[in-house]
């Protein structure tokens, strides 16, 4: 199964939304490594577990 997300990147004032897949499920406090945009630590998620699908918000890993 394929876990198909919409990422709030949110690093100060600038605020990023992208679509991402992966090939497992998102969880808060998990540290997430994304090509080009760096790892980001999750914040929170709201999902629809039975879709694969939801909403991750995300602050940069410092």
Do not use: K, N
């Not at 992966?22 to 039975?50: C, K, M, N």
């Amino acid at each position: 199964m394929f876990y198909r997300y919409l990422l709030h990147l949110e690093d100060g004032e600038s605020r990023r939304t992208i679509r991402w897949t992966f090939s497992h499920a998102i969880t808060e406090s998990q540290i997430v490594e994304l090509p080009t945009f760096g790892r980001w630590y999750v914040a929170r998620v709201v999902t629809d577990d039975a879709a694969g699908a939801g909403v991750v918000y995300c602050t940069p890993l410092e």
